[in-house]
C-alpha cells in the first residue's frame, strides 16, 4: 500500500493531529489508538465483537494521557503510555488506515506469526 509520508505529528490533549506529504490530515483520538494496538496481546481481543468491546471498555477506563511518541526505522512508531499496552509497534500504513477509518487490522484476524 502506497501512502503519503508523514510529515508531522502534533500531540494534543485527547488526540494527535498528523499532516502527511500529500496535504492529507487526520486527527486520531488517544482511545481508537491504544484500541488499535498491534501487539500480540490487543490483537486477539479485536478479533470478534464482545471482546472488541470488552477491549474498548478496558481502554476507556485508563487515565487520559498523551503517549511518548519514537520512530522504529523508517517504517512506523512506538507509543509509551504510563498505564495500560505500550507493546505495539504501528506502521504507517496502519496509522493511515485508523485516520481514514478504516480497519487498520485491514480485515485480518490476528494469528501469531501471520502477520
Known amino acids: ?16 493531529h498528523l499532516t502527511w506529504s500529500d496535504g492529507t490530515e487526520h486527527e486520531i483520538t488517544y482511545d481508537d489508538l491504544r484500541h488499535a494496538c498491534p501487539c500480540a496481546n490487543c490483537s486477539p481481543q479485536r478479533n470478534d465483537d464482545e471482546s472488541s468491546k470488552s477491549l474498548r471498555r478496558n481502554i476507556e477506563r485508563l487515565p487520559n494521557e498523551k503517549p511518548s511518541v519514537r520512530t522504529i526505522g523508517n517504517y512506523a512508531l512506538s507509543f509509551d503510555w504510563k498505564t495500560g499496552c505500550s507493546a505495539g509497534i504501528h506502521r504507517f500504513e496502519r496509522i493511515w488506515r485508523l485516520g481514514e477509518n478504516q480497519d487498520p487490522d485491514n480485515g485480518k484476524p490476528y494469528v501469531h506469526g501471520a502477520w
Open 1 to 16: 500500500m502506497d501512502i503519503p509520508e508523514l510529515n508531522r505529528l502534533e500531540r494534543r490533549e485527547f488526540d494527535m
